[in-house]
Structures are given as C-alpha cells and as structure tokens.
C-alpha cells in the first residue's frame, strides 16, 4: 500500500456561489495552498449540499483536518462538525475551542468611517454584503457605532444590503442611492470589486469620482488599485490569513495536546486612494 499523504480539507458552503471566486479569497486559498505544501500536505475541496452532514462528508473524504471558510457558521451542522473531534480552523469567525483566523473587521469598519468624516463627510452610506456572515453584521454594528460616536444620524435608506462580488446588483443599489431626494456624500462598498459597478453608476449619471461623490472599499485587492481614481479602502492581510490558517491547522492535527486554540487576528491597513473628497461641512 502506498504511504498515506497528508490532506488538508477546505469546506466552503456559500450560499451565494461567489465566495471562492471572490479576488481576496483566491488570494486567502493560494496562502493556504501555499503553505499546505511547504508542508506536504495535499489539498481537498469540499462543498456539501444543502443540510448535508458535513461531519460526514469529510470523514468521507478522508482529510486529517478542515479549514473551514465561506461558510454560514450560524447553522448547526457546522457547529457540529467542529465538537466532531475532526480538527479545525475557521476563518472570518470564532467558536469556543476552537482555532480562528481573520481580520479585525471592528478595526477596519472604523477607520474606513472615520477617514470619511474627516474629510469632511456627513452623509455616509453603506451597502454591505449579505447579511448571513458574522463578519457582516460586524461591520453593520460598528459602522452604526462609530456614526453614532460622532453623532451623525443613519438614515434607513442608506443601509443597503448587497451580496459580496456581485458588480451589477451594487450599480443598481448605488443608483438608487444617488437618485435619493438627500442623497449622500460618500458610499461604502461591500467590497473592492463593487467600486466597479459603482463607477458604472456614477458615469450613467454623469457623475465624477470623488468630485460629485466618494466611495471606499473593503479588502484591498490589487486590481482596484490600478484603477482611476485608485479606490480608497481597507486592505486585508490575506496572505498572512491565509497561511496562518494552514499552520494552525497542520499544528493542530500534528500536535493536538499542544496546539493553541486562540484566535489570530490580523491588524488592517487604511489605503488612502483618491475616491474620497474633502468636503466642506
């Protein structure tokens, strides 16, 4: 018999079909990837359907240990999976015991906020992603806690809800805000890859960035910084998540009585582009 070769398990189970199509996971994937076969372990991808026991499922498919990523972690069955005794480690949320990677979005949320109002912003939008991912409805809350800090209402019509990577729902959502009776200033995307639908926008209404209105991103994709005007964002370490989550993993599943089980939380970074204007009050 041939000598078995460690696999590493990357279970995704997004609703919306994207996640792993998304520019800044390919680039947390190619980080594990990477580090997976400094390694020597082999990589299997694993997509259960719907309600599927994932416990199950990746017994099935034979992998010594799950980095679990794109993944509603509200429902049940991966909670399961993660008390199953299989190792695992999750990325972009934290359960008990269990180790974790990702970004502090609390962090990021803020700066990106924050950088908008000393420009001179008043009136600040934001469409966030689809709101079934604990990292969504983080940014939700701390961008409600930081405009109400510097005491700047939110309008119900400038919270709107997206899908991440999705280009022509986000022109549509910017239309419709920028066709608002008291539109705002400066909207904040999803993602980097929504700057493109909202340049869509802005130029169906002859609008110039950031002139007549400002954007700001989220993840910090090298894509969108070669655009003009370069998208002011915040860029995300994913490729120090990435092997993180593959290094905590492997020690994991080589080293389970010593493994650490605490969380990794990568800083984020304020890319200052030229899509937000100074405004006067």
């Known amino acids: 018999m041939s000598e078995h070769t460690p696999n590493l398990g990357i279970l ?12 800044f996971f390919v680039l947390i994937l190619n980080a594990i990837k990477g580090e997976a076969a400094a390694r ?23 992998v010594d240990g799950v980095c679990m990523v794109c993944v509603d972690f509200r429902q049940p069955r991966f909670k399961a999976l993660v008390e199953s005794g299989i190792p695992c480690v999750t990325v972009d949320h934290i ?8 970004s502090d979005n609390e ?11 000393r420009r001179g912003h008043r009136r600040i939008a934001f469409i966030h992603g689809h709101n079934n991912s604990v990292v969504t409805r ?17 309008p119900p019509e400038y919270l709107r809800e997206g899908l991440y990577d999705d280009i022509p729902l986000t022109r549509k959502l910017v239309l419709e805000l920028l066709r608002l009776h008291e539109r705002p200033t400066c909207i904040l995307l999803p993602d980097d890859m929504a700057y493109l639908g909202a340049m869509e926008a802005a130029r169906e209404l002859d609008m110039r960035i950031p002139e007549d209105i400002s954007f700001g ?10 655009l003009t005007p370069r998208l002011t964002t915040i860029r995300q370490s994913s490729d120090d998540i990435g092997r993180m989550a593959a290094k905590r ?7 389970p009585d010593t493994a650490s089980r605490k969380a990794n939380i990568f800083p984020v970074e304020l890319i ?3 899509t937000i204007a100074s405004v006067r009050a």
Do not use: W
């Open 12 to 23: 995704y189970a997004d609703e919306s079909g994207r996640g792993l199509t998304h520019p």
């Open 272 to 274: 200052e582009g030229g």
């Open 138 to 154: 983080t940014r939700i809350s701390q961008f409600h806690n930081t405009m109400a800090y510097h005491n700047l209402p939110v």
């Open 249 to 255: 993993l492997i020690d994991l599943i080589e080293s």
């Open 107 to 117: 962090i990021g949320v803020q700066k990106l906020v924050e950088y908008a109002i």
């Open 217 to 226: 991103g989220y993840d910090g994709i090298p894509m969108t910084q070669t």
């Open 95 to 102: 359960y008990k015991k269990t180790p974790a990677v990702l």
């Open 40 to 62: 020597g372990y082999d990589i299997t991808f694993i997509h259960p359907r719907e309600d599927e026991d994932c416990v199950e499922r990746c017994r099935k498919a034979g």
